[in-house]
């Protein structure tokens, strides 16, 4: 399983923008589908957004038109770009990578190999 490494998170004000990077170790970074989930405190983690080896991505429905994910082979890193940010987005962000994207419905099922997560705190 690659090894993953999160960061860019912080605390920022409701509206306010933030970049998520996740740099993963391995070869054949190309070829794997990547994907963010996040877990607020007293929750289980969630999807936010997937991309897969080709580009494709798809996103929960709580952050569509508000997140971007995207990804940089050259760089082995995958990216989420978090706009418009709301309080309830709250929440330790993890990337995963090499898991099992589902194109007939944008679904991804994780690798059980995590990082440590980034901190993401949204004030009202």
């Known amino acids: 399983q690659p090894q993953v490494v999160e960061s860019g998170g912080g605390l920022v004000q409701a509206g306010g923008s933030l970049r998520l990077s996740c740099a993963a170790s391995?070869?054949?970074?190309?070829?794997?589908?990547m994907a963010w989930f996040r877990q607020a405190p007293g929750s289980q983690r969630e999807f936010v957004a997937t991309?897969?080896?080709?580009?494709?991505?798809n996103y929960a429905d709580s952050v569509k038109g508000r997140f971007t994910i995207s990804r940089d082979n050259a760089k082995n890193t995958v990216y989420l770009q978090m706009n418009s940010l709301k309080p309830e987005d709250t929440a330790v962000y993890y990337c995963?990578?090499?898991?099992?994207?589902?194109?007939?419905?944008?679904?991804?099922?994780?690798?059980?190999?995590w990082g440590r997560g980034t901190q993401v705190t949204v004030s009202s």
């Open positions: 991309i897969s080896s080709g580009g494709t991505s």
């Open positions: 995963n990578v090499g898991g099992t994207y589902i194109p007939i419905n944008g679904r991804y099922n994780p690798v059980p190999s």
């Open positions: 391995g070869n054949a970074f190309s070829h794997k589908h």
